[in-house]
């Protein structure tokens, strides 16, 4: 699986902070056999994120797309929004999910907006900044990720009994 992980981090995109999360999650899908064929850092600006998500589903043809940081509540968390303007459809599934393993982690998990959706062939998936938060909601997830990659690259076979 070709993975793309995109960090958004107003302190880490001016180097007042090193990006401890891009790495944690590059690192965990490594182990899990996958490629990380691209990353980068941005500050919680809208139409920057918007257009990275895009390039990268667009022209990279990622299978996956993760992005960290700026899904909560404070004035510049713009995560879910930029995302919801590039996916042509959206999972609850994998948000719901998320958010349901991590309240018995912590109570925070309640703030997060985390959204999932797809662009063309690419998945598209909101994680947390911290970088404990975003790998143990892609561990909360990823059971059936490869399942998702498949069907939306157009897999045929039946799901029914298969999980
Ligand atoms: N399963 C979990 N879910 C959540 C956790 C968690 O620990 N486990 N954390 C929750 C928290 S806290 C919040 S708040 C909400 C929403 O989080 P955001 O997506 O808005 O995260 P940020 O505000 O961008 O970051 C929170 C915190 O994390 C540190 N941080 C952020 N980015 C980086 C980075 N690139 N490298 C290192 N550290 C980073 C920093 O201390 C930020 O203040 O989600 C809950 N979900
Ligand atoms: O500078 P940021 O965007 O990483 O903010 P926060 O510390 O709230 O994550």
Redesign the pocket.
């Given at each position: 699986m070709r993975v793309a992980i995109l960090?958004?981090?107003d302190k880490?995109s001016r180097g007042e902070?090193?990006?401890?999360?891009?790495p944690a999650l590059a690192a965990w899908l490594t182990e899990q056999g996958c490629s990380v064929v691209a990353t980068a850092i941005l500050p919680d600006e809208q139409r920057e994120i918007a257009a990275m998500l895009a390039d990268w589903a667009d022209r990279d043809r990622a299978d996956l797309i993760l992005t960290?940081?700026?899904?909560?509540v404070?004035p510049r968390?713009i995560?879910p929004e930029a995302t919801a303007a590039v996916v042509e459809r959206v999972i609850p599934g994998i948000g719901e999910l998320m958010r349901l393993r991590?309240l018995e982690?912590?109570k925070?998990?309640m703030?997060?907006r985390a959204m999932a959706g797809i662009r063309r062939q690419s998945l598209i998936i909101n994680l947390?900044?911290?970088?404990?938060?975003a790998v143990?909601?892609l561990e909360a997830v990823w059971q059936l990720i490869p399942h998702a990659v498949e069907k939306i690259r157009g897999d045929q076979r039946d799901c029914a009994g298969r999980f």
């Open positions: 960090t958004l981090s880490g902070r090193q990006d401890a999360s891009g960290t940081g700026g899904t909560g404070s968390d995560t991590s982690v912590t925070t998990a703030l997060s947390p900044g911290s970088p404990k938060g143990e909601c």
